[in-house]
């Protein structure tokens, strides 16, 4: 129960506040006295949306302040789990000029959401936007859910989350067949570039050896023109002895003598080593120079055999050695994107096994929602009856959706269908309903509702929009019903209702400016005054004061 609300700085409230009380409290007053203004701020209090308009010229910050007494074991138990112990609650909810919004409970700052949370299951306030969702078939759907109770909104969360999940592994598989599909092409690639540098049959140093023999083979004649002379000066003939040959006589000739001295027989051993090195020199000249040739066509080859290897080295490294590198962590990466992508099956695997448990989990939920909703036609057929529409006809129209098609919602569609006049036949509530037919129907789905969820006060803003009369009355004795068991603050204009309340306040705004908002609990005459008011406005009579009294039945 909401046991107090102060207001400051909303709009052009600079000040006010008021006790409430249990049972039905009424706020009454001129047409633009400023009541809606109470409902702006504790829907703002509730965690409602924020607009810097709001804030007044009254100073830099709106603030609302309330204390919430929980007087019942369920919702003592669920602020607890929210980590409130404390069965009094006081909420606070700040806005500055800036548009920085903050809110307090129990002193201890919380974020604006948790707020939100923590108070939707005490206090249930019906504005115009609620009362035009209600033709909204998700609106219904809601309702529906919220009626059934606790286990269909286990059910749902459940759904919802199951659903969730299903959707981050649906957007995993797609991903990893992407790349899958980009592993194809990449697998493609490295077998290209495996096969290209295979087929080169590249040896190390190839390149440098090839390097030489290109060389060789340009400058072929000039080398062989340069050892033709070396090997005719080392083993030339005829009249004109090659030099090799006339050492190898002065070395025979001398080596005779080797053993009459020391220094002879070395002359001797240095001049036999250098024979045998320039014999050597000589038959490696011979065979070199017999080697050597020019041939355009071999050219050719060795210079496309470069170009081979100049192509790889653009491609897959600087040098041989890095080329085969390469070619060895090419046969590395292809047999790892060969290898048997498990992650994708398992994934699968638990993408089936979700839809059978959503279907299992949202089977239920459908069974229970045809339930209950057979059920809640009853009932609101009965409020209705209760409230001015004898003949009405309201029910629920579901239509299945299969599982290809899943929502957050689970796989129905509700939509309430509605007929007052006797004969027709019922359609969806918005193309039916007038707006007292709708204020009627949702103060009886806020009446039923409340009872299954056990909240603790009900605020109606235009609950009594488009009636007025019998129907009027009919309104008043629900809300004074529904009192009994909750905590009702009502806006209303209608003198009956007034009439039915227990606890009654007057909304006055100041004629001159700042046209300053004031509220005042009424008693006694005062509130015969401001219900007479309501009924025949400024021409008050004995007859309407007493009518009046009537309504107030002996309470002033």
């Known amino acids: 129960m909401i046991e107090n609300i102060w207001i400051k700085n909303l709009a052009i409230v600079k000040e006010l506040s008021c006790e409430l009380e249990?049972?039905?409290?009424?706020?009454?007053?001129?047409?633009?006295?400023?009541?809606?203004?109470?409902?702006?701020?504790?829907?703002?209090?509730?965690?409602?949306?924020?607009?810097?308009?709001m804030v007044g010229n009254y100073g830099d910050e709106l603030r609302v302040e309330a204390s919430l007494i929980i007087?019942?074991?369920?919702?003592?138990?669920?602020?607890?789990?929210?980590?409130?112990?404390?069965?009094?609650?006081?909420?606070?909810?700040?806005?500055?000029k800036d548009g920085r919004s903050k809110a307090r409970i129990n002193g201890k700052t919380v974020p604006v959401g948790f707020l939100k949370d923590t108070l939707s299951s005490?206090?249930?306030?019906?504005?115009?936007?609620?009362?035009?969702?209600?033709?909204?078939?998700?609106?219904?759907?809601?309702?529906?859910?919220?009626?059934?109770?606790?286990?269909a909104l286990i059910l749902r969360a459940k759904g919802e989350s199951l659903l969730s999940e299903r959707k981050e592994i649906a957007?995993?598989?797609s991903n990893l067949e992407e790349q899958l599909r980009q592993r194809e092409r990449?697998?493609?690639?490295?077998?290209?570039?495996?096969?290209?540098?295979?087929?080169?049959?590249?040896?190390e140093n190839e390149d440098q050896l090839l390097l030489e023999e290109k060389t060789l083979l340009l400058s072929g004649l000039q080398i062989k023109e340069s050892l033709e002379k070396l090997q005719e000066t080392l083993r030339g003939e005829g009249p004109k002895k090659g030099f090799l040959n006339i050492l190898e006589a002065h070395s025979r000739e001398i080596a005779q003598f080797k053993t009459r001295s020391d220094k002879l027989g070395s002359f001797s051993s240095r001049l036999e080593n250098i024979v045998i090195e320039l014999e050597d020199l000589s038959w490696e000249c011979n065979s070199f120079f017999e080697g050597l040739e020019f041939d355009p066509e071999k050219l050719e080859a060795v210079e496309e055999r470069l170009d081979v290897v100049a192509r790889l080295k653009r491609k897959y490294g600087n040098t041989i050695p890095q080329i085969l590198d390469y070619l060895e962590r090419a046969k590395e990466s292809l047999r790892s994107l060969e290898s048997v992508d498990l992650e994708i099956e398992n994934l699968i695997s638990r993408k089936e096994q979700i839809e059978r448990e959503l279907r299992d989990v949202l089977g239920e939920l459908r069974a229970l929602r045809r339930e209950k909703a057979k059920e809640l036609q009853l009932r609101i057929v009965e409020g209705l009856r209760e409230?001015?529409?004898?003949?009405?006809?309201?029910?629920?129209?579901?239509?299945?959706?299969?599982?290809?098609?899943?929502?957050?919602?689970?796989?129905?569609?509700a939509e309430f269908w509605f007929n007052a006049n006797p004969g027709e036949m019922e359609k969806p509530i918005g193309k039916v309903a007038s707006g007292g037919e709708l204020s009627r129907l949702m103060l009886v789905m806020k009446s039923v509702l409340a009872d299954v969820d056990r909240v603790r006060a009900l605020i109606f803003d235009e609950v009594d929009a488009g009636i007025g009369g019998k129907v009027g009355e009919a309104v008043a004795r629900k809300l004074k019903e529904i009192s009994r068991n909750h905590q009702?603050?009502?806006i209303t204009h209608l003198p009956q209702i007034a009439g039915a309340a227990d606890v009654h306040f007057a909304i006055e705004k100041s004629p001159e400016p700042p046209n300053e908002v004031k509220v005042k609990k009424l008693e006694g005459e005062e509130r015969v005054k401001e219900i007479a008011r309501m009924l025949a406005g400024s021409k008050i009579t004995l007859t309407v004061l007493a009518h009046a009294r009537e309504l107030l039945g002996g309470k002033a």
Do not use: W
């Open 387 to 413: 409230l001015g529409i004898p003949t009405s006809i309201f029910k629920v129209e579901f239509q299945e959706f299969p599982l290809e098609e899943l929502r957050s919602s689970g796989l129905d569609r």
């Open 22 to 53: 249990g049972g039905l409290n009424v706020f009454t007053g001129e047409t633009g006295a400023g009541k809606s203004l109470v409902v702006d701020a504790i829907s703002f209090l509730l965690g409602g949306r924020s607009q810097i308009e």
């Open 488 to 490: 009702v603050i009502c």
């Open 122 to 151: 005490l206090v249930h306030l019906h504005g115009q936007q609620e009362h035009e969702a209600l033709v909204l078939p998700s609106y219904q759907l809601d309702y529906i859910d919220r009626y059934a109770g606790e286990r």
């Open 186 to 203: 990449q697998k493609d690639i490295l077998q290209y570039e495996i096969n290209e540098i295979e087929s080169a049959r590249l040896k």
């Open 171 to 173: 957007e995993k598989i």
């Open 71 to 96: 007087d019942d074991q369920d919702s003592r138990v669920r602020l607890q789990e929210l980590g409130l112990d404390d069965p009094c609650l006081y909420i606070m909810r700040t806005l500055s």
